[in-house]
């Protein structure tokens, strides 16, 4: 299962997870198999493709029951996700990031030979310009346009700056223009469908259709029919959800699949517990909270400070009964998509009960 | 060398590294070898026993050069990584965590048996008797006390509740006392000498001496003779060094072993570049920053904000040049710890050639 294989603490089907080994993520079967017949069914009735984005779980096994559910395809952020999922039989894989350099650009043209749906992304003529050259004489790669909608990171700034690539795009031997894409971080339907729709009619005068118009997030999952112009919709984190998610009204504890399960291992004062995850097992991943995750039996004790193998928990709020040392306890991570990529395994459990353990297969992977 | 190694874009001695597909880890052998033989020249100088941690690096080689320099033996903070140590032949082996739990504590068993100077540290009763039950008819095992000697983190509060459990420790079959560790995360050498020392006085009285008196820290490895109690000093990031301790005086620039290749893949705007080191190449650990590495070319360039694959850097107060699309940049990690964790193997070089690829063997274990 893995190189570690003689020194990984392996839990297998019928184990009791309150037996394992801590520091350990945990995944409840059916509070994600919840998830992903929600999301699903959330897309089926607004008429959206629904393209999962496999970057949270990083496992073949539940990207294929993501499109068993109905998902069109998969999103994939990097090449060597999309190489492992290709390798697994996925065929329409959506890579969302600029790809660039002679050594990127061999190993997506060898993936864009092995599968028969493979699409990219660009936000610059340096990189329109580096995969025309490179696919000019193969089989054409779709590009889409990516669009900063207001989420500040990667994208072309405006309708016409979009419409401009795009042209660029179907202008370039070796290339066929795919449509838009964007990932709008602070989320405002409005402000992505005005974006979008101007950009659509810009690029109508010219002739030129937007084959696909990919929306994406979590937390616009279930706003995602607000923006008219989209025809699918990309999502990751709503397969586990996790803290962030919860503080933001976009699901409820109840609907969070992932769970450290971690000891508690010193009482050093009344207020102080230490349990043995830090931030080798939660990751230092704050996304606006001041402490990291959230304890299911002490909610009112708070996860102050991470070192690489410790989690110092102020008890000093709590009221009423308090850990023992020895004790396991279970914490919602502020982020589940970097916790995934912190493990070779991931464990899986209905009722406390393991059913499964998966290859994190797409983890570590340098680009 | 790895499960992935299908997919993983291995790296082969001389290969330039600007070659390298990004983000890609890298480490300066002779910056490296020069900080391994600084820390333990040190050291020697001093009388001290040094004791790097491996969790910096979590590479066996790495280890055995640091012993074959003169390391007394290593520091592990979880049972994997010194299972992993000991099956590579290291004999003297300190896991400076409380072990708890069944499990856990037939895995310390087993490595107990394998090799000669294992010890332990607790820092409560319950701890101290878990061990002791287990341990009861079996080689004695060496445990000593965990002291907080202002780290805020684990162990016992004072000397009077150090010698105490000392005492216990003693009188419990299957143990022997073995002395006293801390990790004084805030460094005060006067605190933690005068913690040490009270205790040492408290014990001698009952005729209890301790063998080893062990102190902590990179922070603190260039003054720790200033501990005249302490008889070994532990010290993990010394061996790469990392953007943290450059800011507080322990290193310079030229001391960091380790930087993070990356690629400029965005300019979306004229003050904005976005390279495609994110979270899961840098992590998020601040460390007391508001930002999440340096960047060794474009030294007034700030990484801002970090999504998993994408790192926004704000160019707004670049002098000169700035970068273009497609260039390969180097960052200096705020930590390097957390960054050799996500990583399967490591890329060394010298002068930009690759010389070796050492397998990350203890990262991503479950405890």
Known sequence: MSEHSSFAVVAKPGDR?????????????????????????????????????IKTHKIVALASAQVAAGAKGINCQKITEAEVFAAAGFEDILITFNILGAEKLDRLAALHERISMLKVVADSVATVDGLSVRFALAKPLTVLVECDTG????????????????????????????????????????????????????????????????????????????????????????????????????????DCAMHILATVVSLPTPDRAVVDAGSKA?????????????????????????????????????VGARPEIGEKIRIIPNHTCVVSNLFDTMVFHRNGVVTRVEEVSARGLVW
């Open 17 to 53: 997870v309150v037996d394992l080994s801590t520091p350990r993520p945990l995944i409840d079967e059916d509070v994600m198999a919840a998830n992903i017949a929600r999301g699903q069914a959330y897309c089926d009735e607004h008429g959206l493709a629904f393209r999962p984005h």
């Open 282 to 318: 939660l990751t230092a991943d704050l996304l606006g909270f001041s402490d990291y995750g959230k304890i299911v039996e002490y909610p009112d004790a708070v996860i102050t400070k991470l070192s690489e193998e410790h989690g110092a928990v102020d008890l000093s709020n709590c």
């Open 151 to 254: 989420g500040g990171r990667c994208g072309v700034q405006s309708p016409e700056e979009a419409a401009a690539l795009a042209r660029h795009i179907a202008a370039k031997q070796g290339l066929v223009f795919g449509g838009l894409m964007t990932y709008p971080k602070s989320w405002s339907a409005a402000a992505v469908q005005a974006y979008f729709a101007e950009t659509i009619a810009l690029l109508e005068k010219d002739g030129i259709s937007c084959a696909t118009v990919s929306n994406g997030g979590t937390p616009s999952l279930y706003e995602a029919h607000l923006v008219l112009s989209a025809t699918e919709h990309r999502a990751g984190t709503y397969i586990y959800n996790d803290r962030s998610m919860m503080r933001d009204g976009h699901c409820t504890q109840a």
